[in-house]
């Protein structure tokens, strides 16, 4: 028996209202968790683009692709393990202001893990940092020993290291 | 300055605009796409259309359930024999709810319909309004595609690609829920039918490499064994079918929706497949040395446990759904495509041959089956009636012209192995969602889609009672449809997996039943009951000769059970024959 994975997906469809229930509806049936999503804009005019995060065995992602572009609205579907892309997510700490000035210690660790501030005032300030999952969850964890008062994670976005050819794809669907 | 509206007839798109109301451009749609019959029930977020519907009463022929399930299922009847769309409307909350069994039994069974569904107006959407529900997600799961308007701009080009989308590839059921303000509002019409939707290929192209190899593997076989489905059926490629299988000289097995696409008596007809199938075939699956399944989805009915099924043979699938290859059975060779195109091309790459050895194992075994199974269902020595030995006078008294609308259950297996099929969408039944309840609206539906048929539903006294008050439907539209309740008092296929798995406990499967003559009576249906043998026969001959609709009660023995069987979980070549 295959072991889980991770997958990332993306799934190009038309933007239109209902879909994202439809797509996730695929995963609750087979009572598969959806670690991360986010939906976009793609490359292409008018389509958007859907990146999901999921942990599952090939035999079972293989068969949810076949599902997801069974839907009338989805254009492609592709997935992919993690060595085939370029990934990145996004989060933001909301953390109390009088610990930037107390605490010396959190100016390097916002120096040295490649974090932004982005706004301060005398309540709080927030840093934004974008990265893999591991260098955001490095800098929670040592963010958290001097307390977040508010800490929020993206969903994934990716891009694929090879071409995805989904033009020529859309190309084909249109002929 | 208004322009004629130029829908002359139910085929032609308007080629000019006319200011009409949302709820007339509905109706504009449907006659644009050739319906002239719904089924439905009015309520109050679907009234203007129902107020137009009463000026294009001659147009279109509305059919009122009793029930929007009857509706639903009605459609779904319609649909299965004529192969056209199925249209079925209702009100919203409860009514578009009700819609939601057919819907479901439509999605699994790949019938193709459009369901119309009114809304409250839109500045009430998500307030809990009155009989409002969020049918676009409620049906999300069970639908091809589904879609709410809340513009009435947006009615001609959703309707369009309804009726595309539902009838194209692999055919389907959508919804579509108009808000109620959608309906009142004025726009300008113009009708073109939908020819193409940018990220939905409903065929895929067949690899020619494929089918090269498929050929190869089918030319080398010395076992071979098809196992077709309805995608035959619903690929109209029923003669390019028969044309293959008699090149080839290949045994072929059906499932049960694949049933009538060839004769029953065709030689090459080896019978069904499955848990209640023949044994033959099923036992044979573990023994072929290629398994060509054609449009058909490896159900877990037809397999039994996935484990053992046929993990001799290499596996051939023609299928026009690439969601469905691999996704129970490892397939070796996948030819994705419409059944009629593969088949077609197929052919002249077959080797002509007839597999004489091969085809003597599966008569050997049916004689096992005959003996053990067959005889005593055909033809009982006992005293009372077998559903089997009904089956067969209805066979020989309308020469297996008619077209067989069954329930769920028992009956609907005895009905599927032993009614015989000459013609093709003859076996209309309710296979991967097994709804009780879909016979007596879908026979409805099967009989007003094809009048010149004889059309027969079977029953159980279980189902019969789930969807009993379209009685009342076939009273109002006078469908000729023949009823036969095959009663045994008891919800029977539950009853017998109580006595073969759960120690005869028989758990809330008894079933004190009403008098169902008295009740046809009452809906002056004309009907009688039959308890004994030697009234059988007249009682059916009655039935067919009566012009207008019959109800048949047919007391039958309560404590029958229905064999082959595999078990739950059991291998296919585990079928028990008694």
Redesign the interface.
């Known amino acids: 028996m295959s072991e889980n994975k991770q997958y990332t997906v993306s799934i190009y469809t038309e933007n239109n209202i209902g879909l994202l229930n439809r797509i996730s509806a695929i995963f609750q049936r087979r009572h598969m968790n959806v670690e991360s999503l986010n939906t976009s804009p793609s490359e292409i005019d008018g389509v958007s683009r859907f990146t999901l995060v999921v942990n599952i065995t090939e035999s079972q992602m293989k068969k949810v692709i076949g599902q997801i572009e069974k839907q009338v609205e989805v254009i492609k579907a592709f997935y992919h393990t993690e060595d085939e892309i370029i990934y990145q997510e996004s989060c933001l700490f909301k953390i109390k202001s009088e610990l930037l000035f107390d605490e010396r210690q959190i100016q390097n660790i916002i120096k040295e893990s490649n974090a932004r501030i982005v706004t301060v005032n005398k309540e709080f300030f927030a840093i934004e940092k974008s990265g893999r999952k591991e260098e955001i969850d490095l800098l929670h964890r040592e963010l958290s020993v001097f307390g977040i008062m508010q800490f929020t994670r993206s969903g994934r976005i990716a891009v694929t290291k090879d071409e995805m050819k989904i033009s020529t794809l859309l190309k084909a669907f249109q002929d | 300055m208004k322009e004629t509206q130029t829908i002359k007839n139910n085929t032609h798109t308007s080629q000019t605009t006319e200011r009409i109301s949302g709820s007339e451009a509905v109706i504009k749609c449907l006659l644009a796409e050739g319906v002239d019959i719904l089924y439905g029930y009015p309520g109050g977020a679907i009234m203007p259309v129902y107020d137009e519907l009463y000026k294009y009463q001659d147009k279109i022929h509305h059919v009122l359930s009793r029930h929007e399930q009857g509706a639903a299922h009605a459609a779904q009847g319609y649909a299965r024999i004529s192969g056209k769309v199925g249209v079925a409307m209702a009100t919203s909350g409860p009514g578009a709810t009700n819609l939601i069994t057919g819907i479901a039994d439509a999605q699994i069974d790949s019938t193709p319909l459009v369901c119309i569904t009114g809304q409250v107006g839109s500045h009430l959407l998500g307030s809990d309004a009155f009989q409002e529900t969020d049918i676009?997600?409620i049906s999300?799961?069970v639908t091809?595609?589904?879609?709410?308007i809340t513009k009435a701009s947006e009615i001609p080009e959703v309707f369009a690609k309804a009726f595309y989308?539902a009838k194209s590839g692999r055919p389907g059921p959508v919804l579509i829920d108009i808000t109620k303000d959608a309906q009142f509002e004025e726009f300008d019409f113009k009708y073109e039918k939908c020819k193409g939707?940018?990220?939905?290929?409903p065929v895929p192209t067949t690899d020619e490499n494929s089918l090269k190899a498929a050929a190869e593997l089918i030319n080398n076989a010395k076992k071979p064994l098809i196992v077709w489905g309805q995608g035959v059926i619903l690929g109209k490629a029923e003669d390019a079918f028969k044309a293959v299988i008699e090149k080839a000289g290949i045994p072929s097995a059906w499932t049960i929706l694949g049933a009538s696409a060839i004769p029953t008596s065709h030689p090459l007809n080896v019978g069904m497949v499955g848990m209640h199938g023949n044994y033959a075939p099923n036992v044979l699956t573990n023994d072929c040395d290629v398994l060509i399944a054609i449009g058909m989805r490896f159900d877990d009915r037809v397999t039994g446990n996935l484990a053992t099924y046929a993990k001799q043979a290499k596996i051939v699938h023609f299928e026009i759904?690439?969601?469905?290859?691999?996704?129970n059975v490892k397939t070796d060779i996948a030819v994705l495509g419409d059944a009629k195109t593969s088949l077609t091309d197929l052919l002249p790459l077959l080797h002509p041959n007839s597999h004489t050895d091969w085809h003597q194992k599966f008569k050997d075994l049916y004689k096992i089956e005959y003996e053990k199974v067959i005889k005593n269902d055909l033809h009982p020595t006992k005293e009372g009636l077998t559903m089997g030995e009904v089956l067969k006078e209805i066979n020989l008294q309308t020469k297996g012209e008619a077209a067989i609308v069954s329930d769920v259950g028992q009956h609907q297996m005895i009905a599927c192995r032993y009614a015989e099929f000459n013609k093709t969408k003859s076996n209309i039944t309710s296979g991967g969602l097994g709804t009780m309840g879909f016979a007596l609206p879908a026979a409805i539906g099967a009989k007003m889609a094809a009048p010149e048929r004889e059309v027969i539903m079977i029953a159980g006294d279980g189902g019969y009672q789930m969807n009993i008050q379209e009685l009342g439907t076939i009273f109002q539209q006078k469908v000729p449809v023949k009823i036969v309740v095959l009663n045994n008092e008891f919800l029977g296929m539950v009853r017998q997996w109580q006595q073969l798995f759960f120690e005869k406990r028989y758990a809330s499967t008894e079933m004190v039943n009403p008098d169902f003559v008295a009740i046809a009576k009452g809906y002056h249906i004309e009907a009688q009951k039959v308890s004994e043998r030697k009234d059988l026969k007249a009682a059916v001959k009655e039935m067919i000769d009566c012009e207008g609709p019959y109800f048949l009660e047919v007391r039958v023995e309560k404590e029958d059970n229905v064999f082959p069987m595999i078990p739950t979980g059991a291998s296919v070549s585990d079928i028990r024959l008694e």
């Open positions: 676009v997600g999300t799961p091809k595609w589904n879609h709410q989308i939707v940018r990220s939905y290929k759904d690439p969601a469905e290859v691999d996704k």
